[in-house]
Nanobody, 119 residues
Framework: QVQLVESGGGLVQAGGTLRLSCAVP???????????MAWYRQAPGRQRELVASISSLNSGNTNYPDSVKGRFTISRDNTKNMVFLQMNSLKLEDTAVYYCNNLVASWSWGQGTQVTVSS
C-alpha cells in the first residue's frame, strides 16, 4: 500500500498563497509514475472533494472544479515522486484538510495537511 505524506499547510490570510507538497515513497515510484494524481480537501462537516487532478507521466493534463480554477495549480515531479498544489488568492472557503491520492483514491489516505484561511 502506498503511504502518502502531505505537508505545507498553515494559517494564511485571505488573498494569500500556500504551496502544498505530497511525497510518495521511493518504493512506490513505479506505480506513482503511471498514476494520475489528485488533491482533495475536506472541510468540517463536509464530504471530501476533489480540487485538482493531473495525468500520469509527463503529459501534464490538469483539471480543476470551478471553485478553484484559476487559483490552484497542480504539478508533479516524477523524478522526485512528488505532487504539488500551488494555491493563490486563497479564500475563507478554502479552509480544510488537504490530501493527495491517486485519481480513483485507491491508496491509503495520509494524515493530510491543514489549511486555514483567515479574514
Amino acid at each position: 500500500q502506498v503511504q502518502l505524506v502531505e505537508s505545507g499547510g498553515g494559517l494564511v490570510q485571505a488573498g494569500g498563497t500556500l504551496r502544498l507538497s505530497c511525497a510518495v515513497p521511493r518504493t512506490s515510484a513505479t506505480v506513482f509514475r503511471i498514476s494520475p494524481m489528485a488533491w482533495y480537501r475536506q472541510a468540517p462537516g463536509r464530504q471530501r472533494e476533489l480540487v485538482a487532478s493531473i495525468s500520469s507521466l509527463n503529459s501534464g493534463n490538469t483539471n480543476y472544479p470551478d471553485s478553484v480554477k484559476g487559483r490552484f495549480t497542480i504539478s508533479r515531479d516524477n523524478t522526485k515522486n512528488m505532487v504539488f498544489l500551488q494555491m493563490n488568492s486563497l479564500k475563507l472557503e478554502d479552509t480544510a484538510v488537504y490530501y493527495c491520492n491517486n485519481l480513483v483514491a485507491s491508496w491509503s489516505w495520509g494524515q493530510g495537511t491543514q489549511v486555514t484561511v483567515s479574514s
